[in-house]
């Protein structure tokens, strides 16, 4: 090329094969330093979020209290009536005949989801949500099963990305004949249910007359004001990853807002496998190592896995309970 200036030529000159291999190298150095600290960031920007979706349902049951004087009940199964409940009656064996709808429905109205709230009880009785009243299950309501499907962002963890779940799934806890504690399955076969991350802590079985029984049980009307352990020392909701298919061919487990109930905590809680999860009776999350949980004074805390037996064990399930006596720190799990 000739420069027009002086009248020289001169020849320009590009990399060398080595020099861009070189450059190629430290550009990939570069992105594999970077790219773990923008996981780390995006982990924690997830964690954030989930912890403040817990916050608006713990203002959601503190609001919901204050207009109903007592918090939501933990689910509208089988009254207490039935017999023998208590003693092995599960939804299925009394042919469904109750309304099947868990917490989160009541709350709707106070986690700015009114609209949605109004259309589900467009098509049912007024008082269908009423803990004292007894009414067919929700799948027999138009206005109930149309909106099925609704997703709600506080209602979802970020850090889960499992799919929608054909299962209703962890509906109702009760105690088989042999003292055992029991959670309910439902499936409403090739149906997908919009999903939630949180489920509402029953204490260590969910079942009344049970030592450690948790805000949340069957047709409960609980009040945060007059909890004999102190707000601070409940938990009053947990993270629930979605999990499966174990084995057998089960469809993802995964529970759906509109039903799904109130989770023991009977089993305690392991991190959840990089594979298929069996654990589907455990509150557990996708965060790194920690599940966030709401507690009754409505703060939230991250806490580590507790186990299945132990000390750690101990704390989690008297920290379920309302009313065991036993005043722990959540942050020592």
């Known amino acids: 090329m000739r420069d027009r200036a002086n009248g020289r030529f001169f020849r320009r000159r590009g990399f060398t094969l080595i020099e861009l291999l070189v450059v190629i190298a430290i550009i990939a150095i570069l992105i594999g330093l970077l790219l773990p600290a923008v996981q780390k960031v995006r982990a924690a920007a997830a964690r954030m979020s989930c912890s403040n979706n817990l916050k608006q349902l ?34 299925d064996q009394i042919g469904y005949n109750c309304q099947l709808v868990g917490p989160l429905v009541h709350l709707l109205p106070y986690v700015e989801q009114d609209n ?7 098509g049912v009785p007024a008082d269908y949500l009423s803990p004292t009243m007894r009414y067919s299950d929700f799948s027999n309501y138009a206005s109930f099963w149309n909106n099925r499907t609704a997703k709600i962002k506080t209602f979802l963890c970020p850090s889960d990305s499992g799919q929608e ?7 109702n806890s009760y105690q088989s004949g042999g003292g055992s504690f029991t959670i309910d399955i ?27 029984l948790g805000v949340f049980y069957n047709r409960s009307q609980e009040r945060l004001s007059v909890i004999p352990d102190g707000t601070s020392n409940t938990f009053l909701f947990g993270e629930y990853s979605s999990k499966g298919p174990p084995t057998g061919g089960w469809q993802p487990v995964t529970p759906s807002w509109m039903g799904s109930g109130y989770m023991p905590l009977a089993w305690g809680s392991t991190p959840p496998p990089s594979g298929p999860d069996p654990n589907w ?37 008297f920290m379920g309970g309302t009313s065991d006596g036993r005043i722990f720190d959540p942050s020592s799990l």
């Open 165 to 171: 779940s054909n299962w209703d799934a962890l509906l």
């Open 186 to 212: 439902i499936s409403y076969g090739d149906t997908a249910f919009g999903k939630t991350n949180y489920m509402a802590v029953g204490g260590r079985g969910g079942v009344p007359g049970d030592t450690y």
């Open 281 to 317: 009776y455990m509150l557990s999350s996708h965060h790194t190592g920690i599940m966030n949980v709401l507690l009754a004074d409505g703060s939230v805390r991250s806490i580590q896995y507790p186990g299945t037996s132990g000390a750690s064990y101990s704390t989690y399930i």
């Open 116 to 122: 949605l709230f109004r259309l589900l009880m467009s």
């Open 58 to 91: 713990g203002l959601a049951c503190h609001n919901y209290e204050g207009t109903n004087q007592h918090l939501p009940p933990g689910f509208l199964g089988a009254m207490p009536s039935d017999t023998p409940y208590g003693t092995g009656t599960a939804p």
